[in-house]
């Protein structure tokens, strides 16, 4: 069965630091892989996705993932953290048939110090 | 004008009570489904639609029913309402033609409190 595993529930870093959040996959079959980023009080919203095209996904706000099939990874970068990037990061794996449904991992909470 | 909006934003009731979730999207998007998110647990998959005479039990189906009145319209029912169910719940749509790896788009949440 498909699972998404993030780990640490909680990331600090400083202010202009890089910001790295792991995320595994566990799946036959290279699936579909997300991040989505929810702001306080608000609903989810696409950071970035990968779907084969490039094992290097660019997505919004300066944020970057790098799929490894040999790893079973989506790890989640940003070379300069900023204070607005304070919220919650969801990795997600969705696989190749059409009736498949997403799985969300639990979440990782990033927080930035002054 | 948000594309996916859920009414209400807040609620409170109490125990044994029936509640209605609402969700409408102006996407145009076929599939929407229904998550509650507790912390340190993700999102969870309650009920998701593929179309309007679609319906799919998700992980936690259990204590809710849904009903797809139309293609924009999908709502989440507690029946009997307990303090477990006490969560935040949104609403999303996808959209199979958009190509491969749909993207979901999420409404605001309604964070709901059974007392």
């Known amino acids: 069965a498909q699972s998404v595993t993030q780990l640490g529930s909680h990331v600090s870093v400083s202010e202009g630091a890089l910001v790295l959040l792991r995320c595994n996959y566990s799946s036959s079959v290279p699936p579909y892989l997300f991040w989505y980023v929810q702001y306080p009080n608000q609903g989810l919203q696409l950071l970035l996705k990968y779907t084969s095209a490039a094992t290097l996904v660019k997505g919004i706000n300066g944020f970057e993932a790098e799929f490894k099939k040999s790893e079973t990874s989506f790890h989640l970068t940003k070379p300069s953290a900023h204070m607005s990037d304070a919220a919650e990061y969801f990795c997600a794996a969705l696989g190749r048939g059409s009736a498949s449904k997403i799985i969300f991992g639990s979440g990782t909470r990033l927080s930035i110090r002054p | 004008d948000a594309d996916v909006t859920q009414t209400p934003r807040n609620r409170i009731t109490k125990t044994g009570k029936r509640i209605m979730l609402e969700c409408s999207q102006t996407?145009?998007?076929?599939?929407m489904y229904w998550y509650r998110q507790d912390p340190g647990l993700g999102l969870r998959l309650i009920y998701y639609?593929?179309?309007?005479?679609?319906?799919n039990k998700g992980e936690i189906s259990d204590g809710y029913s849904v009903s797809r009145q139309a293609q924009a319209k999908f709502s989440l029912s507690l029946e009997s309402a307990i303090p477990n169910q006490t969560a935040l719940y949104f609403c999303?749509?996808?959209?199979?033609?958009?190509?491969?790896?749909?993207?979901?788009?999420f409404g605001p949440g309604t964070r709901l409190l059974v007392l």
């Open positions: 999303a749509t996808s959209d199979l033609s958009s190509g491969r790896g749909e993207t979901q788009y």
């Open positions: 639609s593929f179309d309007v005479k679609d319906i």
């Open positions: 996407k145009g998007h076929d599939r």
